[in-house]
């Protein structure tokens, strides 16, 4: 008897899995295709699987600036009181009403270069969710969290890339500024609550895709109010 072997799910069949066994009403998306168009499959197969009517697509493109061409994206079964970006393609929000108050949920995609670049972002997205009673905060921050143990002694093994996104100016010391940007308006750091941050942290290539060093590092968050 000879065993028919099953090809591996593709990437897009693995996420879109986890989605439909999840079942989330609001969806964030980070780093999708500038385009919301039928060559952009993923948000096409959410669409025809999921019946997500509300789509806001915004792309992190600036003139004169060259980025990775994605952008950050949100979908909802049911309709927002309000759906607009905040900073033009790095955050964009849908606000929900409710009996004891508004909803603000927040997608972002905060620049990848460097904290002097994320803290600006972070704070105007911060103080925009904040309008509202109840607050949610999803996405790729592309920062580190002083809330999970990394050490000076960790931040001398990064390689320079690594210094220059995740540390002060100069590059000499750690910075946590995007993340305490949010922290220090009383959001909270969901995942902490019912993981340790090693539970939640990927490991994440910054050699520029020759994969020569990847270390594990959470950049990715759930805030809450």
Do not use: C, W
Request: proline share 4%.
């Amino acid at each position: 008897m000879v065993e028919e072997h099953q090809p591996e799910p593709s990437r897009l069949e693995r996420v879109v899995g986890i989605i439909r066994r999840e079942d989330p009403v609001v969806l964030g998306i980070q780093e999708t295709r500038l385009t919301d168009g039928h060559e952009n499959y993923f948000l096409q197969a959410l669409r025809d699987d999921f019946r997500y009517n509300r789509a806001l697509l915004e792309s992190d493109r600036q003139e004169g600036e060259e980025l990775y061409g994605t952008g950050t994206t949100m979908l909802s079964k049911v309709q927002p009181r309000q759906a607009e970006a905040i900073i033009r393609g790095r955050a964009v929000q849908m606000v929900f009403a409710g009996k004891p108050g508004d909803l603000a949920i927040a997608s972002v995609y905060f620049s990848h270069l460097s904290e002097a670049e994320r803290v600006p972002q972070a704070r105007e997205v911060v103080q925009e969710v904040k309008r509202h009673p109840y607050g949610l905060l999803i996405g790729d921050f592309n920062a580190l969290s002083p809330e999970d143990g990394i050490t000076a002694a960790d931040f001398e093994h990064f390689n320079p890339r690594m210094k220059q996104k995740y540390g002060n100016e100069d590059g000499t010391a750690l910075y946590y500024g995007t993340i305490e940007a949010a922290l220090n308006e009383g959001f909270v750091d969901i995942g902490l609550r019912f993981h340790s941050a090693a539970e939640m942290t990927g490991k994440t290539d910054v050699s520029h895709g020759t994969g020569q060093h990847l270390r594990p590092v959470r950049i990715d968050y759930v805030l809450v109010t």
